[in-house]
C-alpha cells in the first residue's frame, strides 16, 4: 500500500459583491465649514467585499441638481467626503449624492459587482450676515445693499405718532434669516438735542420735543443682534420744515359714485366702479405725510350729502334718479392748507352692478385722465425685489380723520387755494388708530350732524322728462298765440288787403 499526501489549493474568484454598511448616511454641515475639509471620514463611508483579493472603487453621483462642484471623494479607493466650494443655506440646506462601489477598475470587466447608497447631506445655517435694513438689494448671497430713509416733521409741532418715512418705516431682519436673531434698535449720533426717540424693538422713530426752527438731522441708527453677535447701521434723513403753505394733493380731479333711487338719510355713496364698496375720498399731503390724520373733509356746495370722514353720506332720501356734483373740500388742520376736488354722484334706480362680477357698468360718462391714488398713510407688510427679496415692513397703523359739517353752495369747482397762517393744535398731531377703526367725536370738534332738511328745495333739480315736458308745453302755448293773432289780423285788416291787391298794376 502506497500513501501518497494531496495538496489542494482553493483560488479566490470574483463571486462576492461589496456591501455596505448603511443604505442611507446622513450628516449635519454647518454653513461656515472650511472648504478642504473632510466632511465624512472614510471609515464611515468605506463598504466590504468577502472576496479576499478584491480592490474597490468608489464613485460620487450627484442626485441634488448644480452640486457637483461642491463635495468629492479624496480618491477613487478611499471614500472619504471632502468639501470643495463654500456652502450656502439658503441656496442648498440639502444636498444628495449616490455613492457607487465596484469591485473592479473596469465597469464592462467580468465578472464585476457594484452597490449604492445615498448620502444625505443637511446644511445648518451659520451666523455669517450682519442685520439688514429693509427694503435692501443683493448684491451677491452674503451682501445686501441696505436702504436709507427720509422724513420731514413741521417746525413747532410735536407730532405723537411714528414718523412716516420714505422708503419705509425703520426695520430691519437678521441677515441669517435661518437663525433669525431678534433686532434691537438705537440712536448713534445725529440726535440733536434728543429731539428724536427709537423704539428699541420696534423700530419706530417718534419725537421727544418739537423742533423751533428749519433743520437737517442725520440721524445714525444701528440696528443689532440681540445676542449682540453682529450689528449694521443705517442713516434717517429727518427735515424740520415750515408748515406754512404746504398744500393736501387730491389724486383725482373727479371721482364718481351711485346712489340707489330712494335710499334716505345716512345712506354711503357707493363706488360708481365697484358699487360693492363705498367711494372713498383720500387727500394726502406730499410733504408732511405725518400730517395726513389733521386733514378734514367737507361738502362745501350742496346739502344732500355730508363727509363723515373720508366717506359721503346723503342727508335725505333722494326721489328722483339724477345727476348731482358735490365739492369736497380737504382742510389740514395744521398747515391750514386746502384743496377740493368734485364727486359726481349718479343716482340710480337700482343698483349698478360692479365691472369686475362681470356685470353692465354704470352710467356713461367721459373719460377723464386721473393720477394713480397713492397710498394711504399706514405703512402695511410689503416685500421689495431688487436682484433678490427683501423682508416685511411692520405696519404702523392707519389715520383717520374727523369730519365736518355740510354747508350748501355754488356750483362745483376745482382746485386748490392756500388759508390764513396755521393754528398750532393743543393737543399735538392726530392720534393713530388701528386698522378699522373709527374716529371718536371728541368735544367741541368742527363735526356737526347732518342737515335736518331745511333749504332742501333751494337744491331740488329738474330732471330731463322734467325739462321736455315744460318745452312741449310752452311751444304748444306759442303756437295758440300765433294762430290767434292771425285770425285777428284777418278778422279787421282783410277788406284793406283786398282793395289793396285789386289796385295792385298787373
Known amino acids: 500500500v502506497t500513501q501518497l499526501r494531496v495538496f489542494v489549493s482553493v483560488l479566490d474568484v470574483n463571486d462576492n459583491p461589496p456591501v455596505f454598511a448603511f443604505t442611507t448616511k446622513e450628516k449635519a454641515v454647518e454653513e461656515d465649514t472650511k472648504v478642504n475639509s473632510t466632511v465624512i471620514p472614510e471609515e464611515e463611508l468605506e463598504a466590504e467585499d468577502r472576496d479576499k483579493d ?191 403753505g404746504s398744500l393736501p394733493h387730491f389724486p383725482q380731479s373727479l371721482y364718481h359714485g351711485t346712489v340707489v333711487l330712494g335710499s334716505g338719510a345716512g345712506v354711503a355713496v357707493k363706488d360708481a366702479d365697484d358699487p360693492s364698496q363705498p367711494l372713498r375720498i383720500q387727500a394726502q399731503d406730499p410733504e408732511f405725510p405725518d400730517l395726513n390724520s389733521a386733514i378734514m373733509y367737507q361738502v362745501t356746495n350742496h346739502s344732500y350729502f355730508w363727509m363723515n370722514g373720508e366717506t359721503m353720506l346723503t342727508t335725505t332720501t333722494l326721489t328722483r334718479a339724477e345727476v348731482f356734483y358735490a365739492e369736497v373740500e380737504a382742510k389740514n388742520t395744521v398747515t391750514s392748507g386746502t384743496a377740493t376736488t368734485v364727486v359726481e354722484i349718479q343716482v340710480s334706480e337700482k343698483e349698478v352692478p360692479s365691472t369686475e362680477a362681470g356685470g353692465a357698468t354704470g352710467p356713461t360718462r367721459s373719460t377723464i385722465s386721473e393720477a394713480p391714488r397713492p397710498p394711504g398713510p399706514s405703512q402695511g407688510p410689503s416685500m421689495t425685489a431688487s436682484g433678490g427679496s427683501t423682508g416685511p415692513h ?76 315744460l318745452g312741449g308745453v310752452l311751444g304748444a302755448l306759442l303756437l295758440l298765440a300765433i294762430t290767434g293773432l292771425t285770425v285777428l289780423v284777418h278778422k279787421h285788416y282783410c277788406h284793406q288787403l283786398g282793395c289793396c291787391s285789386r289796385k295792385a298794376p298787373l
Open 54 to 244: 478584491d480592490i474597490l472603487f468608489y464613485t460620487l453621483q450627484e442626485v441634488t441638481p448644480g452640486v457637483r462642484d461642491f463635495f468629492s471623494l479624496v480618491g477613487a479607493n478611499r471614500p472619504a467626503l471632502r468639501l470643495d466650494q463654500r456652502l450656502d443655506f439658503y441656496k442648498w440646506p440639502s444636498v444628495t449624492f449616490l455613492l457607487l462601489v465596484r469591485d473592479t477598475r473596469e465597469e464592462n470587466a467580468e465578472p464585476s459587482h457594484t452597490a449604492t447608497a445615498t448620502v444625505l447631506l443637511e446644511v445648518l445655517p451659520a451666523d455669517l450676515r450682519p442685520p439688514w435694513f429693509l427694503p435692501c438689494s443683493y448684491s451677491d448671497d452674503h451682501v445686501c445693499i441696505e436702504a436709507q430713509y427720509h422724513g420731514a416733521v413741521p417746525t413747532g409741532q410735536q407730532l405723537l405718532q411714528p414718523l412716516i418715512l420714505r422708503p419705509g418705516p425703520v426695520y430691519a431682519v437678521d441677515g441669517d434669516r435661518g437663525i433669525n436673531q431678534r433686532i434691537l434698535y438705537s440712536i448713534l449720533t445725529g440726535n440733536v438735542n434728543n429731539t428724536f426717540v427709537i423704539g428699541a424693538d420696534s423700530g419706530n422713530l417718534t419725537m421727544k420735543s418739537s423742533v423751533p426752527s428749519p433743520m437737517t438731522f442725520l440721524l445714525v441708527v444701528k440696528g443689532e443682534q440681540a445676542d449682540f453677535a453682529r450689528y449694521s447701521v443705517t442713516q434717517v434723513t429727518v427735515e424740520a420744515r415750515a408748515a406754512n
Open 394 to 469: 411692520p405696519p404702523s397703523g392707519t389715520t383717520l380723520r374727523t369730519p365736518v359739517s355740510p354747508t350748501p353752495g355754488g356750483p362745483p369747482s376745482s382746485g386748490t387755494s392756500t388759508s390764513p397762517p396755521p393754528a398750532t393744535p393743543g393737543g399735538g398731531s392726530a392720534q393713530t388708530q388701528k386698522p378699522g377703526t373709527s374716529q371718536p367725536t371728541l368735544p367741541g370738534s368742527s363735526r356737526s350732524p347732518p342737515p335736518s332738511g331745511k333749504g332742501l328745495a333751494q337744491d331740488r333739480r329738474f330732471s330731463v322728462v322734467d325739462m321736455a315736458v
